[in-house]
């Protein structure tokens, strides 16, 4: 018959696997502002557009937030997922991403990453958008090029008045991941397609083409509609509403 163990002897000695002392390891980098702990962002807003000071600090605490750093870190490890059917069968060619990637969507539209150049009527609007972009990229890389495309987009959409509603949209600072139509949504998300296999990043030797369709209206007004023809090899996020192609 088995005696039971003592519990004195089954008590782990203290310190017994203390090896050693780490002594010259770098703390983990939170709980820092990206933005007041950097001397040239803040003399360049003081200078030329010192009424975005507050927009800069909040998004540069972002950077140094432990919780959104983790937000960052689940993006990257939970790869997005291609879903060609759903579960009757239908062809339905949507991008799952993980809920992180959202969230982080989210906080960027929130803190007009995207488009504070196109909201506000204060000077140098594109220098304060500039520096939040530059900020945000310290959070993380896989929603820096959304935001971007997002940016670029509105020029083109402000240029054509039948895309103004897409004009308006790009200009929300609520993300909505969603099929709705456009114009039920609170904001947009603008891909670029650009790449071919061909060309790599040599823009000049893309193929595709575009003809001209017919035009009709769209939204109280005339658009012109093209049917493209060639093949892209690289599309970032392939989910977005609309996409700008080369």
């Not at 083409?209 to 493209?228: N, P, V």
């Amino acid at each position: 018959m088995n005696k039971p163990i003592a519990p004195e002897l089954l008590a782990i000695p203290t310190g017994r696997y203390n090896t050693h002392q780490v002594l010259n390891q770098a703390l983990p980098a939170t709980q820092f502002n990206a933005y007041t702990g950097d001397v040239v962002l803040q003399s360049a807003i003081a200078r030329d557009a010192p009424w975005a000071e507050a927009r800069c600090t909040a998004l540069g605490a972002l950077a140094g937030d432990e919780q959104v750093q983790e937000l960052a870190r689940l993006a990257n490890r939970h790869l997005p997922e291609l879903k060609t059917h759903d579960r009757f069968g239908n062809r339905v060619d949507w991008v799952d991403f993980h809920p992180s990637w959202h969230q982080l969507m989210s906080l960027a539209w929130q803190h007009e990453v995207p488009n504070l150049s196109w909201r506000t009527q204060e000077k140098n609007g594109h220098l304060a958008r500039a520096v939040l972009s530059y900020l945000w990229n310290q959070v993380e890389h896989g929603t820096a090029c959304p935001t971007g495309m997002a940016y670029a987009s509105y020029a083109g959409f402000e240029a054509e008045p039948a895309l103004a509603i897409w004009a308006e949209k790009s200009r929300g600072t609520t993300y909505e991941f969603s099929r709705r139509e456009v114009a039920d949504k609170p904001s947009v998300v603008i891909g670029y397609a650009m790449t071919e296999k061909q060309g790599g990043s040599d823009l000049r030797q893309t193929q595709t083409t575009a003809r001209y369709s017919h035009s009709a209206d769209y939204h109280g007004a005339t658009a012109h509609w093209y049917e493209l023809t060639g093949h892209k090899w690289f599309c970032s996020v392939p989910q977005s509403d609309g996409f700008f192609t080369l």
